[in-house]
């Protein structure tokens, strides 16, 4: 069963997909890929600086993720042209990380894509379940782990469909609005439920 993990910026993905990994679960993450994917020197991150110019290279070759950040978050048109050049790559390594686990014997594969709804991802998926917390809540973490304005944190959030159509979408729902083991609890439920674990 391939499972996919969303919900929102800092709704607690990650925070989740670390309790994943501690049942031994393989966590295809699309974060993690979307760094691989622009390396120093890869053809992604070429089309990125013919695209928005040099001054998103740092002097190392590196993509200068703050200045890329500040440039699409505040751009819908900037957004969808860096998705349109970044997201077909990570598809492709998504793709190749779910085989590989698939052929090592996984029985269940998480792949862990924030985008999921916004890019319309569903089909890769058998399950969909979503991290999902009040908006109260997700802008005072977002702006507490990004040391972020609270505009600019608010540019981040509007930038992704609602938390509440995500839920609507969703095989099931954690909600992250209190403890780290409330959660935790809710995850076992869940996993017990679709039988990844006894
Ligand atoms: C804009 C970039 C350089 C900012 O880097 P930074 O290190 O500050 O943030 P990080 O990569 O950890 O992303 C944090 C969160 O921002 C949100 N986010 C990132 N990119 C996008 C986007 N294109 N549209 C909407 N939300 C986004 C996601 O919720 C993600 O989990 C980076 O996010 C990026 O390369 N984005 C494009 C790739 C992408 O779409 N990634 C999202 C998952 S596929
Ligand atoms: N239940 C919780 N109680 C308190 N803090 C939490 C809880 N869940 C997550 N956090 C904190 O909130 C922040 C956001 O969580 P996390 O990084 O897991 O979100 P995310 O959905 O993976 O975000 P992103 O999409 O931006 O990577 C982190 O600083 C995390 O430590």
Avoid: C
Avoid at 2 to 25: P, R
């Amino acid at each position: 069963m391939i499972i996919g993990l969303t919900g929102s910026i800092a709704s607690g993905k990650s925070t989740v997909a670390k309790m994943l990994k501690e049942y031994g679960l393989p966590i295809v993450d699309a974060d993690v890929v979307a760094r691989l994917v622009v390396e120093p020197g890869s053809p992604t991150l070429k089309k990125i600086a013919e695209a928005f110019g040099q001054e998103v290279l740092t002097e190392k070759g590196e993509m200068n993720r703050t200045k890329v950040g500040e440039l699409i978050f505040h751009d819908e048109t900037k957004r969808k042209t860096l998705n349109n050049i970044i997201h077909p790559a990570i598809r492709a390594e998504m793709l190749r990380q779910k085989e590989e686990h698939l052929a090592n014997g996984a029985k269940t594969v998480i792949m862990d894509i924030p985008l999921l709804f916004e890019s319309k991802l569903q089909h890769f998926v058998d399950k969909i379940l979503v991290v999902t917390v009040s908006e109260d809540t997700q802008l005072k973490r977002l702006m507490d782990r990004n040391q972020l304005s609270e505009e600019d944190a608010l540019v981040r959030i509007r930038s992704q469909l609602p938390l509440s159509e995500k839920e609507q979408g969703a095989d099931a729902v954690i909600y992250n609005n209190g403890s780290i083991d409330e959660s935790r609890n809710q995850l076992e439920v869940i996993l017990r439920q679709w039988h990844v674990i006894d």
